[in-house]
């Protein structure tokens, strides 16, 4: 989960990457990034740790319904 609200501002000069340090690599690098945006909320996490895919709301293209599946 990640809102990305930094990684893709329009005051981001590097559209989509994100750094935590001058020089340093870009941790958004091979990072799989299921639940983004307005999808990012209290109720679709606890949904994900449930394992439970049926209360899981999603509207962003963007976003991937994943669950875990643990007992």
Not at 17 to 44: M, P, R, S, W
Request: glycine share 6%; with cysteine.
């Amino acid at each position: 989960m990640a809102y990305n609200d930094v990684a893709w501002h329009e005051e981001n000069p590097f559209p989509g990457k994100l750094f935590n340090q001058q020089n340093g690599d870009d941790v958004y690098q091979n990072c799989d990034i299921h639940y983004q945006g307005e999808d990012v909320t209290k109720a679709n996490f606890q949904a994900i740790m449930e394992g439970n895919l049926d209360k899981v709301n999603i509207t962003n293209p963007n976003s991937t319904a994943r669950v875990l599946k643990t007992d």
